[in-house]
């Protein structure tokens, strides 16, 4: 069984950080990739950015320059630091883990519980 626990969520000034963490436990292979992805209502699914076991980060355009995804392997934990968050950022923020062999934009493998985050004055 694998779990993943976000937190970190919450309300942001535009303009402003938010740093989330997601830890996951369980049957994880060490080569998985850990990423984070969000939905906003009345909308899909989308990738934010995905880091490799190595490594390697991908990055939607809309946040490239703006968020960073650090990862701590020892700890299975990865974190998604947001800087000068926008009116289109919020929505909900889902941890994702999954085997590498899975295109980054791929909605395979395990999902945390969602936090959301709120952009607002």
């Known amino acids: 069984q694998v779990q993943l626990v976000e937190s970190g969520g919450g309300l942001v000034q535009p303009w402003g950080p938010l740093r989330l963490s997601c830890a996951a436990s369980?049957?994880?292979?060490?080569?998985?990739?850990m990423g984070w992805y969000r939905q906003a209502p009345g909308k899909g699914r989308d990738l934010v950015a995905v880091?490799?076991?190595?490594?390697?980060?991908n990055y939607a355009d809309s946040v490239k320059g703006r968020f960073t995804i650090p990862r701590d392997n020892a700890k299975n934990t990865v974190y998604l630091q947001m800087n000068s968050l926008k009116p289109e950022d919020p929505a909900v923020y889902y941890c994702?883990?999954?085997?590498?062999?899975?295109?980054?934009?791929?909605?395979?493998?395990?999902w945390g519980q969602g936090t959301q985050v709120t952009v607002s004055s």
């Open positions: 369980g049957r994880i292979l060490s080569t998985n990739t």
């Open positions: 994702n883990t999954k085997p590498a062999y899975y295109t980054p934009t791929s909605l395979g493998g395990y």
């Open positions: 880091m490799s076991s190595v490594g390697i980060a």
